[in-house]
């Protein structure tokens, strides 16, 4: 009997992508069923780079020669409620930790935007959440993990073991080794719920007023009408959210559950989405209902699961269809605070005028990066996302001479296209990565595409 | 946990078992996994225990030695109300063609081997008056075909035991034998096969169905992905003089 199969590779290899869709490379896809087998696998090779969920954009999940799987590596371990650490292997996904958990009274304090990640690609990407700003990215819930090299030696790395290789691991983007289990603190709730503050920001002035006269709040982000333009350039709603106490609950949703149960709803975008509903019409619409939604709930604080208020886009699956076949690239720059206001606007100004991103589009106020290699520095970053087409990259190449100029980088986890020059322009840190993977031998052993093409 | 209910898998370290024993855990069953590769048993009885927070016990079992398993059951310090039984090798087929010792290890794993252990458990849960028996079988025993005939021919047999078992506890009332078939299931057995995506399964699928068998709706025999059992209809219906032609 023969037919598709999903994710297994042939002899001659099987053709990656990431979530973007784009590019799509051919690599031969290993699948070890334990840390021991994937250690194995590593051992030996070159070209070789790990892999957790694909839920990175671009191009850093898929290794030029070999890509190892972490998905067999998906157990835990053990559990102290005292300490609320918690040891898992890299496989592991966040949604498992919190369908693990969350009915126990146990959050995690870092989550990115989707569930759906291993915690291997998170401490990889050194992932931010909404309260980058307060709390710093993914790295500072992690204790230690293990590493293998690509000799085969396995490294236990902590704040004090290995501690440049911890670091460097941190936003390292698969480059130092393959993480086989790490040891994460996880964060005590009361509830499940979020209070959820919303704030009308008629402009992008306004919107970064507002995240900065609320940077104590935990959560803080801000959703951008891509399309608005003159005056209301920038138009957005921004959030603000803390986790709900017993006593929030007893005063705005006396009737709900602390801990309800998990409903399992889940839609799919169907495989050939008509990519011409996402045309300026139907997005304006979209755009203005939900601004005026948004809008009606001002002021009055709400009661938010965390399910919705984290992950919105999990509850579709493979919304990522929805561009077709090209695929899309999502570019996420951050700018230093100081610059930060002109070059947003000047950013969000040629978006608008070229009229194809999505949507909406993300700000959100990081803190001081973790590692070497992490993405976040202090100030603002912007997302958004473009379907691919013929004009696109010459288009971002404009975007990315300011982000250059504004002493900014592009977030690596997301990237598909930037140049070399761009990336080492962004990332000081660079030369310790560079330093560590001489170390340890993994400077032509351990390669991803992205490594590749900006020369990591 | 005392006063719990209790499941004992054979197989412990497989995907199915590991899979089938969170399932039970989930609900707060205590769990014990037997298995020959102690260190894999025990990292998915660490998983299990981290998950549920039940407790989670591991066991050495060669089932194939034989002699040994009547004194497996007689020295359980706690007789389980369900024992699985996922032991199981998918062997190569071809090798084993000429390969007698090969071919022997296929029909003992699948067929002799899980026939005699559950036997000891029939007997101990026909003398407490409670229990319920799992074999996980396979579609392959529903019909020999050219690529596995030596695993198909001894999950058949396994089946017909089942079968068999069933009938006669049937009469004294209160054990039960249900046995599975599951389609393609991806697990380390299969990492290496293409399975056609319609009807391939993940691990917690089979547990799922086995719990639901098991506890929330009685049945006695199962096929996991449940269009797996037209298929099987139709390729059983097949005279042999198109089905010897047939590449499948
Ligand atoms: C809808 C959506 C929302 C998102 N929101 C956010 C957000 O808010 N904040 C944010 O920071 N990111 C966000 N992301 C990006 C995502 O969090 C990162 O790309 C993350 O790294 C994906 O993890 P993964 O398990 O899918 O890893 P993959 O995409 O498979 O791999 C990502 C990187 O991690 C490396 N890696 C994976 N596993 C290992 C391992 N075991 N050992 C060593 N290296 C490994 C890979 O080599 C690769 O370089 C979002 C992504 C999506 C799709």
């Known amino acids: 009997m023969s037919g598709r199969a999903s994710g297994i590779s042939d002899p001659g290899g099987i053709r990656l992508s990431g979530w973007g869709n784009y590019p799509k490379i051919s690599t031969e896809l290993l699948a070890p069923q334990s840390p021991a087998a994937a250690r194995d696998d590593l051992l030996g090779r070159s070209g070789v780079v790990a892999r957790g969920a694909g839920r990175a954009y671009g191009d850093a999940a898929i290794g030029t020669q070999a890509t190892i799987s972490s998905r067999g590596l998906n157990r835990m371990r053990r559990f102290d409620a005292a300490t609320a650490q918690l040891t898992i292997e890299a496989g592991v996904t966040i949604a498992d930790i919190l369908a693990a958990f969350e009915p126990r009274g146990f959050f995690l304090k870092v989550v990115p935007g989707t569930k759906l990640v291993t915690v291997g690609g998170a401490i990889a990407a050194d992932v931010h959440g909404k309260n980058h700003h307060r709390d710093g990215g993914f790295g500072t819930i992690v204790d230690s993990f293990r590493l293998a090299l690509p000799g085969g030696e396995i490294v236990c790395c902590s704040r004090s073991e290995n501690v440049a290789l911890f670091a460097a691991t941190l936003g390292g983007m698969g480059l130092t080794g393959m993480i086989l289990d790490a040891t994460l603190r996880l964060l005590p709730i009361e509830t499940a719920w979020l209070r959820q503050d919303t704030r009308v920001a008629g402009n992008l002035d306004a919107a970064i007023d507002q995240l900065e006269s609320n940077a104590s709040s935990t959560y803080s982000v801000a959703w951008i009408d891509c399309l608005a333009r003159g005056a209301a350039l920038g138009r957005s709603l921004v959030y603000l959210a803390e986790h709900a106490t017993r006593r929030d609950i007893d005063r705005l949703g006396p009737d709900l559950a602390p801990f309800p149960n998990p ?184 390669a991803s595409h992205l490594s590749a093409r900006l020369g990591i | 946990m005392t006063g719990t209910k209790s499941i004992l898998v054979i197989g412990g370290s497989s995907d199915i078992g590991h899979a089938t024993a969170l399932r039970y855990a989930k609900e707060g069953w205590r769990v014990t996994l037997a298995a020959r590769d102690l260190a894999a048993a025990q990292r998915n009885a660490d998983d299990i225990r981290t998950r549920s927070g039940v407790d989670t016990t591991v066991q050495s079992l060669d089932v194939l030695q034989t002699g040994q398993l009547a004194g497996f059951v007689a020295g359980l310090s706690v007789l389980p109300d369900t024992v699985v039984c996922v032991v199981g090798e998918l062997g190569d087929q071809l090798r084993a063609q000429t390969d007698p010792e090969l071919a022997t290890t296929i029909i003992r794993t699948n067929f002799e081997a899980p026939s005699l252990l559950l036997e000891q458990f029939a007997q101990a849960f026909a003398a407490r008056g409670s229990g319920t028996i799992v074999g996980v079988s396979s579609v392959a025993g529903d019909r020999g075909r050219a690529s596995n005939y030596y695993y198909g021919a001894a999950k058949a047999g396994f089946t017909q035991f089942l079968s068999g078992l069933r009938n006669r506890l049937a009469l004294a009332g209160k054990v039960r034998v249900v046995t599975v078939k599951p389609g393609f299931v991806r697990t380390k057995m299969t990492a290496h096969m293409k399975l056609p995506a319609p009807l391939t399964v993940q691990p917690d699928r089979v547990a799922e169905d086995i719990y639901r068998a098991d506890v929330t709706r009685p049945r006695d025999v199962i096929y996991v992905a449940r269009r797996f059992w037209l298929v099987m209809a139709i390729i059983c219906a097949l005279p042999e003089t198109i089905f010897k032609r047939m590449r499948i």
């Not at chain 1, 992950?311 to 610059?339: H, K, M, S, T």
């Not at chain 1, 978006?351 to 949507?359: C, H, L």
């Not at chain 1, 030369?431 to 032509?444: K, P, V």
Request: charged fraction near 25%; include cysteine.
């Open chain 1, 263 to 446: 409903r399992t709803q889940r839609l799919s975008v169907p495989e050939l989405f008509p990519a011409w509903l996402l045309n300026r019409a139907s997005m304006r619409m979209f755009n203005e209902l939900y601004f005026r939604r948004g809008a009606a709930h001002q002021g009055e604080p709400r009661l938010v699961h965390w399910n919705p208020y984290f992950f919105p886009l999990d509850a579709i699956a493979d919304w990522n269809r929805i561009y077709g076949r090209r695929g899309f690239v999502q570019y996420q720059c951050v700018i230093p605070l100081e610059r930060a206001r002109r070059v947003l606007a000047d950013i969000l100004d040629r978006v608008s005028r070229r009229g194809d991103a999505s949507f909406l589009a993300v700000l959100k106020q990081l803190g001081d990066g973790g590692g070497p290699m992490s993405f976040p520095l202090r100030g603002y970053t912007l997302t958004m996302d473009f379907p691919v087409s013929d004009t696109l990259f010459a288009f971002l190449d404009q975007l990315d001479a300011l982000v250059v100029d504004a002493g900014g980088r592009l977030y690596l986890a997301k990237d598909a296209r930037q140049s070399r020059a761009t990336f080492e322009s962004g990332y000081p840190g660079l030369a310790a990565l560079r330093d560590i993977r001489q170390q340890t031998g993994a400077t032509t052993r351990l």
